[in-house]
């Protein structure tokens, strides 16, 4: 069974368009996030909810809202995507202070 | 701002030599994390260090954490190919997660 799983594997759109990305994971763990990769395979947290609650919230534009209909679950939503935009997001958990557990990555491409 | 270095950011290696990759972290925090992620795949975790002095162990690879000198290793033992990926180290301060650059391994036979 995937532990942490997202859709769609490859997104390809134009730019102002919204679109989403969702993100299960089975583990149960209570901390999700979510990650920009960009060409450069640098990686930049975006966001993270513990019990539904936001604590982290990094510079990002508000473009990109996190929602998270319950522990399981954390979608991604961008709205007016940009060509900026384009690049790897990874979902992962974590239970407390341990390892985080990434979903395979979802490939954003803004054309 | 919490700031994590590492070095050297691309690293060629011999098959069967040794090597160490190095994490400087700029504040404060004793929670280092070592992730593999091979090209175009997700990243797995490879080490949790929780503590100054933490030393963990798997296969050839070997990380360590000195939480005074904000430095944590990842040490490399008589490389084998499969070990080629690029090496993130992670910190941890308060729930902001901030990673290295990265270190892209070759290792050559």
């Known amino acids: 069974d995937t532990a942490v799983s997202q859709t769609p594997k490859y997104l390809v759109t134009q730019m102002g368009n919204d679109k989403s990305i969702k993100c299960e994971q089975n583990?149960?763990?209570?901390?999700m996030y979510w990650y920009k990769q960009d060409s450069k395979k640098f990686l930049k947290i975006m966001f993270s909810y513990n019990n539904k609650e936001l604590i982290i919230n990094e510079t990002v534009p508000n473009r990109f809202s996190p929602k998270s209909p319950d522990k399981a679950h954390l979608n991604l939503h961008i709205n007016s995507l940009e060509l900026g935009d384009s690049a790897v997001y990874f979902c992962?958990?974590?239970?407390?202070?341990?390892?985080?557990?990434f979903g395979p990555g979802t490939r954003l491409t803004v054309t | 701002e919490l700031k994590v270095e590492q070095n050297p950011l691309f690293l060629s290696m011999q098959e069967g030599k040794n090597y160490t990759i190095y994490c400087n972290y700029s504040?404060?925090?004793?929670?280092l994390y070592w992730y593999r992620q091979d090209p175009g795949k997700s990243l797995e975790s490879l080490f949790v260090?929780?503590?100054?002095?933490a030393v963990k162990q798997e296969g050839r690879l070997m990380a360590s954490l000195d939480t005074k000198a904000r430095l944590s290793t990842l040490h490399i033992t008589a490389a084998v190919h499969d070990l080629s990926a690029t090496y993130f180290c992670?910190?941890?301060?308060?729930?902001?997660?901030?990673f290295g650059a990265g270190t892209r391994l070759t290792v050559k036979p």
């Open positions: 583990l149960g763990h209570d901390t």
């Open positions: 992962a958990s974590s239970q407390d202070l341990y390892e985080q557990y």
């Open positions: 260090l929780l503590s100054n002095g």
């Open positions: 992670a910190v941890d301060n308060n729930n902001d997660m901030r």
């Open positions: 504040t404060t925090s004793d929670r």
